[in-house]
Antibody, heavy 121, light 108 residues
Framework: EIQFVESGGGLVQPGGSLRLSCAGS????????MHWVRQVPGKGLVWVSH????????TYTDSVKGRFTISRDNARSTMYLQMNSLRAEDSGMYFC??????????????WGRGTLVTVSS | EVVLTQSPATLSLSPGERATLSCRAS??????LAWYQQKPGQPPRLLIY???NRAPGTPARFSGSGSGTDFILTISSLEPGDSAVYYC??????????FGQGTKLEIK
């Protein structure tokens, strides 16, 4: 069974840092493009970042450029999101999602259940 | 950035009825549009990709259509379990990938 499990969320003050992790199992992690998507409870989905299967060409939504860094360790089947200079508007549930092939690289097919980030003083 | 506008915001229908959900793009898309279903407390689930292709496990009751800037998700005969929020997503012009704001479908 393909599974993603996110961790690392929590309460942090504005200006602080967090590192989110997304651990995959049940599949060849190194074959999957991976994404982070944020959702404020009760609101819509917002794409945050993506990374290709071999770690190349990371991309970000404009609001996090220069503050967030996506990375992956295929040997550990884990993706990361380093979040620095956090702002209140970064708060939300962070889902990791991924896929492979012509369908899955741009349309994440498999998702974790999310980890909640709250940025507040 | 491509802005996706979904309508209606909320749709309330009875079992057996047909649901038609709309997604309008701010610029012409290639055929790179998907639909997701999200139920409370769950992550999104991919239903349709590249406008009309059903993802594995998607019932045949779900179909996608459209081109250019206007796209439709149709659910031909609603079941109670179809209650959810439905999102469209594009990768025609990325980054960024963008989602619509969602349509909440309620089954009476």
């Amino acid at each position: 069974e393909i599974q993603f499990v996110e961790s690392g969320g929590g309460l942090v003050q504005p200006g602080g840092s967090l590192r989110l992790s997304c651990a995959g199992s049940g599949f060849t992690f190194g074959a999957y493009w991976m994404h982070w998507v944020r959702q404020v409870p009760g609101k819509g989905l917002v794409w945050v970042s993506h990374i290709e299967s071999d770690g190349r060409n990371p991309t970000y939504t404009d609001s996090v450029k220069g503050r967030f860094t996506i990375s992956r360790d295929n040997a550990r089947s884990t993706m990361y999101l380093q979040m620095n200079s956090l702002r209140a508007e970064d708060s939300g549930m962070y889902f990791c999602g991924g896929g492979t092939g012509v369908r899955g690289v741009h349309y994440p097919e498999y998702w974790g259940r999310g980890t909640l980030v709250t940025v507040s003083s | 950035e491509v802005v996706l506008t979904q309508s209606p915001a909320t749709l309330s229908l009875s079992p057996g009825e047909r649901a038609t959900l709309s997604c309008r793009a701010s610029q012409t898309l290639s055929s790179y549009l998907a639909w997701y279903q999200q139920k409370p407390g769950q992550p999104p689930r991919l239903l349709i990709y590249d406008v009309y292709n059903r993802a594995p496990g998607t019932p045949a009751r779900f179909s996608g259509s459209g081109s250019g800037t206007d796209f439709i998700l149709t659910i031909s005969s609603l079941e109670p379990g179809d209650s959810a929020v439905y999102y469209c997503q594009q990768h025609s012009n990325w980054p960024p990938y963008t989602f619509g704001q969602g349509t909440k479908l309620e089954i009476k």
